[in-house]
C-alpha cells in the first residue's frame, strides 16, 4: 500500500527556533499533501494544503508566514515552523493524495505525525 | 457547504461484543464518506470508504460501514471487537460537487475492555 513518511517523528527545540518537518511519499507521487494539527483533545485541524509546484493554500486562522510549506517535487513537501513559541508545541500530521487517483477517490495516506514541543 | 459529526466523544464496549461508532453527515451534492483510525501516537490508516453503490460497505480489520441516505448516517460497526481495536476513530466526508478536501469529524475513541 501507499506509504508516507513523515520526520522526525519527535522534536524538541527551544522558543525561538525553526523546526523542518518532512513528509514524503516513499511509493507514489502525491499532487496534493495536507498538513494537519490536531490538538490535545483529538480534533484534526487542517493548516494547509499544497500541491507541487505552487504556493500552498492556508486555511483561515494559520499563518503563512509563521509555518512555511513547501511542495517542491511530487514525492516532498516540507513545513516548517518558524521562531516556535510554547504555543506551537502539537502533533503533525502529512498526508497525500495518491496523483494516479481520481479526484473522487479521494483516499488520504498520512504521516505517523511529529510531536513537536517548544520549550 | 460540508460537515461531518460524530456525537460521541467516547465509546466503551467489551471484547467479543458488537460495536458502533456514529457518524453523520451533511452535504449539498452527493456525499463521499470514509473512516480512518489513529493509534496512540501515529498517524490515520484509511479502514473503509463510501462513493457509490452497496450501502454496506467492507473495509480492514473486519470492520463495516452502512450508508444510509435518509438518515444521512455512516456508521462504523464491527460483529465482534478486540482489545486491540482501541484507538480514535475519525470519520471524513467530502461534497461530490464541491472540494476535493475531506472535512474530519472530531474523532471518537473506543475503548475496547477485555
Known amino acids: 500500500g501507499a506509504v508516507v513518511s513523515q520526520h522526525p517523528s519527535r522534536v524538541i527545540c527551544k522558543s525561538g527556533t525553526s523546526v523542518k518537518i518532512e513528509c514524503r511519499s516513499l511509493d507514489f507521487q502525491a499532487t496534493t499533501m495536507f498538513w494537519y494539527r490536531q490538538f490535545p483533545k483529538k480534533s484534526l485541524m487542517l493548516m494547509a494544503t499544497?500541491?507541487?509546484?505552487?504556493?500552498?493554500?492556508?486555511e483561515q486562522g494559520v499563518e503563512k508566514d509563521k509555518f512555511l510549506i513547501n511542495h517542491a517535487s511530487l514525492t516532498l513537501s516540507t513545513l516548517t515552523v518558524t521562531s516556535a513559541h510554547p504555543e506551537d508545541s502539537s502533533f503533525y500530521i502529512c498526508s497525500a493524495r495518491d496523483k494516479a487517483s481520481g479526484l473522487w477517490e479521494n483516499i488520504q495516506y498520512f504521516g505517523a505525525g511529529t510531536r513537536l514541543s517548544v520549550l | 457547504a460540508q460537515s461531518v459529526a460524530q456525537p460521541e466523544d467516547q465509546v466503551n464496549v467489551a471484547e467479543g461484543n458488537p460495536l458502533t461508532v456514529k457518524c453523520t453527515y451533511s452535504v449539498s451534492g452527493n456525499p463521499y464518506l470514509f473512516w480512518y483510525v489513529q493509534y496512540p501516537n501515529r498517524g490515520l490508516q484509511f479502514l473503509l470508504k463510501?462513493?457509490?453503490?452497496?450501502?454496506l460497505v467492507k473495509g480492514s480489520y473486519g470492520f463495516e460501514a452502512e450508508f444510509n441516505k435518509s438518515q444521512t448516517s455512516f456508521h462504523l460497526k464491527k460483529p465482534s471487537a478486540l482489545v486491540s481495536d482501541s484507538a480514535l476513530y475519525f470519520c471524513?466526508?467530502?461534497?461530490?460537487?464541491?472540494?476535493?478536501?475531506?472535512?474530519f469529524g472530531r474523532g471518537t475513541s473506543l475503548i475496547v475492555h477485555p
Open positions: 463510501y462513493i457509490t453503490g452497496d450501502n
Open positions: 471524513a466526508v467530502r461534497d461530490g460537487g464541491g472540494s476535493y478536501i475531506p472535512t
Open positions: 499544497s500541491n507541487e509546484g505552487s504556493k500552498a493554500t492556508y
